[in-house]
């Protein structure tokens, strides 16, 4: 079985500009969770969805945006990228929501410039 | 608000023997959970051992065990004979709320293994 995989692996931006994340779960897995990761703040969850719903956010700004698609494929958007945006997203899913037993992906790195 | 604190930003154990890596939450809610989470170099987080706030026995799953001690309000993670690919970061992390829920993670412990 196919793990979850995430594009680009490695992103270069300029301040201002926007950027899409995509995230692929594992096959039937209907939940899709996102998650920054920097050096400073730790990681920190940003959204979930289940079944093409946002189910859950955290604690971040408006520029950070998601969606996900009746194949349960999720992206993420982030608008108006500062530096402080610069990090490792991680995308993660799980089978029937919720975070018990979630899988990750490897990551896409964003450094913005 | 909920916290999780991890005091320990790095540890050493030599393979083959047990090391506890400590972690300490704070919530006001009555129903969470707790989850244990190793980061490899490679960056990809995987999923260890869970264990909820009503669960009376510790979770197991392998060489990993949750020492979970609710009136301190720790979950320890013990790992029983290390293994040189146990090196890794590895993060705690509480749960609660429900559908509306929380997530908060702690800083993370760096764990090496010495051959």
């Known amino acids: 079985k196919a793990g979850v995989t995430q594009t680009p692996r490695y992103l270069i931006k300029t301040r201002g500009q926007q950027v899409t994340l995509s995230c692929s779960p594992i096959s039937g897995h209907r939940s899709v969770s996102w998650y920054q990761q920097t050096p400073g703040q730790g990681l920190q969850f940003l959204f979930e969805?289940?079944?093409?719903?946002?189910?859950n956010k955290g604690n971040f700004p408006g520029r950070f945006s998601g969606r996900q698609f009746s194949n349960s494929r999720s992206e993420m958007n982030v608008s108006t990228l500062e530096l402080g945006d610069s990090a490792l997203y991680l995308c993660?899913?799980?089978?029937?929501?919720?975070?018990?037993?979630?899988?990750f992906g490897p990551g896409t790195r964003l450094t913005v410039t | 608000a909920q916290k999780i604190t991890q005091t320990q930003p790095g540890m050493f154990v030599q393979e083959k023997e047990a090391v506890t890596l400590d972690c300490t939450y704070d919530t006001s809610d009555q129903s969470y959970g707790l989850f244990w989470y190793k980061q490899p170099s490679s960056g990809e987080m995987i999923f260890l051992i869970y264990q909820g706030s009503y669960d009376e026995q510790n979770a197991t799953e392998g060489r990993y065990s949750l020492n979970f001690q609710k009136a301190r309000k720790s979950a320890n993670l013990v790992i029983s004979a290390s293994q040189l690919g146990d090196s890794a970061m590895y993060f705690c992390?509480?749960?609660?709320?429900?559908?509306?829920?929380?997530?908060?993670f702690g800083k993370g412990t760096l764990l090496t293994v010495n051959p």
């Open positions: 993660a899913s799980s089978l029937g929501g919720g975070l018990y037993e979630q899988y």
């Open positions: 992390a509480i749960y609660s709320g429900g559908s509306n829920y929380k997530l908060t």
């Open positions: 969805y289940f079944s093409e719903t946002q189910r």
